[in-house]
């Protein structure tokens, strides 16, 4: 069973344009939405989180939109640059928990972004 | 930063062998975890650890068994590899803290079966 589900597959955006990745969720007890980014031969690295308890989150041109009453969010790369092209993957999580288990990740299927000149 | 190390980059065994995927970290976190990551499947976790000596299935531990000794050192293991357990190994590593911490990845070993 997919809990987290990402779209789309492959994404090619020009240079300059908006790059917008989706998930969603089934698992109402998620509570801590993580995205990673991926170059070729790398591991993954932690992007940028969010919280449901907040609606937007921007970090310079990378921002999460949460939609709780959906339960999905997104990702959107403002000014997508040539430097940006990775794959990415959208995660959640219960961070709150009190038994072990909230560091446990669920991951989309991932997205390859491909930004051309 | 954050530094955890996979001991082989490319890796190439046969049906049937035992196999060892080492991974080290160097920031003393108490958790550590192993993935695969296949085209189209995202990466899915095979099992984990929050102390040592101590482990948890993750969503596919069929085929699979881990170590940890020690803290800084977690190992996957495969008993009897299978051409089906051809695929891209992760491991990483997160702060035991309660509440969400970033966890941190190694480069991967891209491991073949033949």
């Known amino acids: 069973q997919q809990q987290v589900k990402q779209s789309p597959q492959s994404l090619i955006v020009q240079k300059g344009g908006i790059s917008i990745i989706n998930c969603a969720y089934e698992?109402?007890?998620?509570?801590?939405f993580p995205w990673y980014q991926q170059f070729p031969g790398k591991g993954p690295a932690l992007l940028i989180a969010?919280?449901?308890?907040?609606s937007e989150k921007k970090e310079g041109r990378f921002t999460i939109s949460f939609n709780k009453s959906a339960k999905q969010f997104s990702l959107h790369i403002m000014d997508s640059q040539p430097g940006d092209s990775a794959t990415y993957f959208c995660?959640?999580?219960?961070?709150?928990?009190?038994?072990?288990?909230?560091?446990?990740?669920?991951f989309g299927t991932g997205t390859r972004l491909t930004i051309i000149p | 930063d954050v530094k955890v190390t996979q001991s082989s980059r490319y890796l190439v065994k046969r049906t049937g062998e035992k196999v060892f995927l080492e991974c080290v970290q160097d920031m003393d976190h108490e958790n550590m975890f192993w993935y695969r990551q296949d085209p189209g499947l995202g990466l899915r976790l095979i099992y984990f650890?929050?102390?040592?000596?101590?482990?948890e299935k993750g969503d596919i531990p069929e085929g699979y068994s881990v170590s940890r000794e020690k803290k800084e050192r977690f190992s996957l293991i495969l008993e009897s590899a299978s051409t089906n357990q051809t695929s891209m190994y992760l491991c990483a590593s997160s702060l035991g803290t309660l509440g969400a911490q970033p966890q941190h990845f190694g480069d991967g070993t891209r491991l073949s079966i033949l």
């Open positions: 995660a959640a999580s219960v961070s709150l928990s009190t038994n072990f288990g909230n560091e446990k990740l669920t």
């Open positions: 650890s929050y102390d040592v000596k101590m482990k």
């Open positions: 698992n109402t007890a998620f509570d801590y």
């Open positions: 969010i919280r449901p308890d907040v």
